[in-house]
């Protein structure tokens, strides 16, 4: 069992890597295109797999997550509250 567990890790790793390719939005993934990743992953298991985790995984500046709408601080920054008035 013992010389079987790293293919094992390796496999799950890749799968993994694989699912997560395929759920990212195309324009929050870094560095490659998303095909070229998977593939990556799928030709190379534990480089491509490392190399998705380290340099491809989206993350908060590539998918967006600073751009949502910011709540206002005050009443009278708020729009709504001021046009009720």
């Given at each position: 069992m013992g010389r079987y567990l790293p293919i094992i890790i390796i496999?799950?790793?890749?799968?993994?890597?694989?699912?997560?390719?395929?759920?990212?939005?195309?324009?929050?993934?870094?560095?490659?295109?998303?095909?070229?990743?998977?593939?990556?992953?799928?030709?190379?298991?534990?480089?491509?797999?490392v190399c998705w985790l380290l340099l491809g995984r989206p993350n908060a500046d590539s998918s967006g997550a600073r751009q949502q709408k910011q709540t206002p601080?005050?009443?009278?920054?708020?729009?709504?509250f001021l046009r009720g008035l």
């Open positions: 496999g799950l790793l890749m799968i993994y890597c694989v699912v997560e390719v395929a759920q990212a939005p195309p324009y929050a993934v870094r560095r490659m295109p998303r095909w070229l990743w998977a593939t990556a992953i799928i030709c190379l298991p534990l480089a491509g797999a601080k005050a009443p009278d920054d708020d729009i709504d």
